[in-house]
């Protein structure tokens, strides 16, 4: 299903209001325009990373050798004051400048310095009133924004930020494995998990749409019509695959340009919205089958 006045992958780059949303969907996105999720959230070249947790928490890391009782993560930017205190900035330590251009990406620039100097990078995500881009390896602990970076509690709507001593397959601090695109959450931790957090759905909750039937299935007779099965999660058509069209359009219901109700097989938990777990499943549905 396609709607020509959404935004498409490139004008949703092109615009301010993703500054409203966390590394993890902007990576996102970019898979979802190659329908590719191994490179889902690819790596700097040169990626500086830090331990979460243990001994040597803070600290500058090559690999888990370096933080005994932690875990090794990559290094994430976040606005430290200012108008975007708070929101993701790609050059942890300075700015990222518009020339000289990415090599592999015209349309970007490069980081001047900092962690990630002369990494690809987009101009768009430099802080605002001139406030650093402060390097972290915390993350929100729980609440709406849980696993996405923060530099304190008050970047987390309410919500403790701090450090897990937890990795996921790609590099990146987690909390749980509902955090990872790449793998599971694995690591030491550093303690339980923070009251408040979301307990994990019992079967129980699962949502109608996609839930299987609890109760006995009336009877019938023969040749009478069988229940149509559930949609596959994205598969806003209901045409039993989920395609390009599907997944932008979760992405701008996601971003709040869309309503729900123009894909609602999309919504898998029935909240109310789309998040960007719900997109990852989606994405992995339309390099499978919808089955």
């Not at 396609?2 to 996105?29: D, E, G, M, W």
């Not at 325009?33 to 890391?61: I, K, R, Y």
């Not at 205190?85 to 251009?101: E, F, H, N, R, Y």
Request: aromatic letters at 2%; proline letters at 9%.
């Amino acid at each position: 299903m396609s709607n020509p006045s959404a935004p498409t992958i490139h004008s949703y780059f092109a615009a301010p209001q993703r500054r409203k949303r966390r590394p993890r969907l902007r990576c996102f996105v970019r898979a979802v325009a190659t329908l590719s999720v191994a490179g889902l959230c690819a790596l700097p070249a040169h990626a500086q990373n830090l331990c979460s947790g243990g001994a040597n928490d803070g600290q500058a890391c090559v690999t888990i050798d370096g933080c005994p009782g932690g875990a090794c993560v990559v290094a994430q930017g976040i606005c430290d004051g200012g108008s975007d205190d708070g929101l993701d900035c790609d050059c942890p330590g300075d700015t990222c400048v518009s020339m000289p251009a990415c090599s592999t990406d015209a349309l970007s620039g490069t980081c001047g310095g900092g962690l990630f100097s002369g990494e690809c990078c987009d101009v768009d995500f430099n802080c605002s009133d001139g406030s650093p881009c402060a390097a972290t390896r915390k993350v929100c602990l729980s609440g709406d924004l849980k696993g996405f970076s923060c530099l304190r509690d008050m970047h987390c709507n309410g919500a403790p930020c701090g450090v897990t001593g937890k990795v996921c397959g790609d590099g990146f601090a987690c909390v749980d494995d509902q955090d990872c695109v790449v793998g599971n959450c694995t690591g030491p931790g550093v303690g339980p998990t923070p009251t408040g957090s979301p307990s994990t759905p019992t079967p129980s909750s699962t949502p109608a749409p996609f839930a299987t039937p609890t109760s006995s299935p009336p009877t019938g007779t023969p040749g009478s019509a069988t229940p149509t099965p559930p949609r596959c999660i994205g598969d806003c058509d209901g045409n039993g695959e989920v395609t390009v069209d599907n997944l932008l359009l979760m992405v701008n219901i996601s971003l709040g340009n869309i309503a729900l109700d123009q894909c609602l097989a999309g919504d898998a938990d029935g909240d109310g919205e789309i998040t960007v777990d719900e997109i990852i499943s989606a994405v992995n549905v339309s390099l499978t089958s919808c089955a």
